[in-house]
């Protein structure tokens, strides 16, 4: 009442049946209750259909982000080893390559495939993986915010977290937990910080997300950056300091 709210009605819910406390017409609310089925409930069907799964446990979560195996496991080592090869020759020659616009090309590519309902191939994550180690280009998937909806982000950064190599899992865990900070996920937000800080225990973007979730930051405020007003800024800092750029390969790599 003081918030200047209508109570309509305030319900007892208990072993599958509810009571009103207000209603008394029997015909309306009989005494032994009124049944009912969350699983038919529309508003469990809108969750679903928004891709909302309530999961049984903490580590359930985790799971999700944890690398694939298997035969995709082998190819995407071997594709990752060539990209790594190819960036080492770019990066030893003379003159410059345009490493920033490469990147924003690849990201681009991977939210068209992604908003397709395709799965990226191993050489695809690969390569994205290898151009997301330059800061300058990591941050350029932040622009693209808005421009494509955030669950086709969700669905690319979380299979680039499952499936690039370990030591490259930093950056895009990091946009995840992002994009899960900015749509209220925090339970995701937490494990996808977890999962790059793992990959590397220094990354400033990780950490910075991991303050604000400690400091119960609101995702109005992120929803409230205009994240397509950034691209010209960053653009122009590529431009001016290119080695911003340039991957960054980890060691052994």
């Known amino acids: 009442a003081e918030a200047g709210i209508t109570t309509i009605d305030a319900l007892r819910v208990d072993d599958g049946r509810y009571w009103s406390y207000t209603c008394p017409d029997p015909a309306c609310c009989p005494p032994g209750g009124v049944p009912y089925d969350v699983g038919t409930n529309p508003a469990a069907a809108a969750a679903v259909f928004a891709g909302y799964v309530a999961r049984p446990d903490r580590a359930a979560l985790t799971a999700m982000l944890a690398p694939t195996g298997g035969p995709d496991r082998d190819h995407l080592t071997a594709a990752t080893r060539q990209a790594c090869t190819r960036a080492r020759t770019l ?3 003379e003159g410059g390559h345009d490493w920033y616009h490469e990147g924003l090309n690849h990201i681009t590519a991977a939210l068209d495939r992604t908003q397709a ?6 050489g695809e994550v690969a390569e994205l993986s290898v151009r997301l180690t330059a800061i300058l280009v990591r941050d350029a998937a932040m622009t693209l915010i808005g ?6 982000h969700t669905r690319l950064w979380t299979q680039l977290t499952r499936r690039a190599e370990p030591d490259f899992a930093a950056p895009p865990a990091a946009l995840l937990a992002f994009l899960a900070l900015r749509t209220g996920d925090g339970p995701l937000a937490c494990v996808a910080v977890e999962r790059a800080l793992t990959a590397d225990p220094r990354y400033s973007l990780a950490g910075l997300i991991r303050t604000a979730l400690d400091c119960a930051l609101s995702p109005e405020t992120i929803c409230g950056l205009d994240f397509a007003g950034m691209a010209d800024e960053i653009a122009d800092r590529a431009a001016a300091y290119p080695d911003g750029t340039r991957p960054v390969l980890p060691e052994g790599w």
């Open 147 to 152: 421009r494509y909806d955030d669950a086709t």
């Open 117 to 122: 309902g395709q799965d990226l191939s191993p």
């Open 91 to 93: 990066l030893t020659r």
